[in-house]
T-cell receptor, first 113, second 109 residues
């Protein structure tokens, strides 16, 4: 079975631009979570979606938004990019919300110049 | 609240053992262990649930002390392939998975 897939793998943007990152979960998984990982730190929780509904939101500004589609894939949008948004963005899928084991995708490396 | 991992970094020779600790100030429901190699995504190792037993995976095992809200990851007879950064993630109540800052493990020949 295919694992979690993310696109694009790398992205370079300039300050003020907007970016959309995409994630497809493992087949059968209904929950998708998004994490931001900066160099030398652990992944930091941004959002979790389950059955197309937001189930949790981390401490990130409103510039960050996400949604989940009927096929359980998900998009993460970041508006008005700042230099500090440069990071590895990880998507993780799980069977259910919150307490289930999460499996990570390869990530999208975003560089903001 | 972010769990605290120790040590921050450790260097081992092949065949040596290591213990990585993860502690929380909150009453935990579960502890999740991941390994991340440079430039790659975190890979799930194991999950320990409140009230559950010690888990094992080949030469990597872990325990969960509910009284102390601590988990330990045991790596025995380390191999070069064990190198990477180990993260513990914790769930308390209905909070999302919160990761520690990681422990960088380097295994040398």
């Amino acid at each position: 079975d295919a694992g979690v897939t993310q696109s694009p793998t790398h992205l370079i943007k300039t300050r003020g631009q907007q970016v959309t990152l995409r994630c497809s979960p493992i087949s059968g998984h209904k929950s998708v979570s998004w994490y931001q990982q900066v160099l030398g730190q652990g992944p930091q929780f941004i959002f979790q979606y389950y059955e197309k509904e937001e189930r949790g939101r981390g401490n990130f500004p409103d510039r960050f938004s996400a949604r989940q589609f009927p096929n359980y894939s998900s998009e993460l949008n970041v508006n008005a990019l700042l230099l500090g948004d440069s990071a590895l963005y990880l998507c993780a899928s799980s069977l259910g919300p919150v307490k289930e084991t999460q499996y990570f995708g390869p990530g999208t490396r975003l560089l903001v110049l | 609240q972010q769990p605290v991992q120790s040590p921050q970094a450790v260097i081992l020779r092949e065949g040596e053992d290591a213990v990585i600790n993860c502690s929380s100030s909150k009453a935990l429901y579960s502890v999740h262990w991941y390994r991340q190699k440079h430039g790659e995504a975190p890979v799930f190792l194991m999950i320990l649930l409140k009230g559950g037993e010690q888990k094992g995976h080949e030469k990597i095992s872990a325990s969960f002390n509910e009284k102390k809200q601590q988990s330990s990851l045991y790596l025995t007879a380390s191999q070069l392939s064990y190198s990477g950064t180990y993260f513990c993630g914790t769930i308390a109540g209905n909070t999302p998975l919160v990761f520690g800052k990681g422990t960088r493990l380097s295994v040398i020949a």
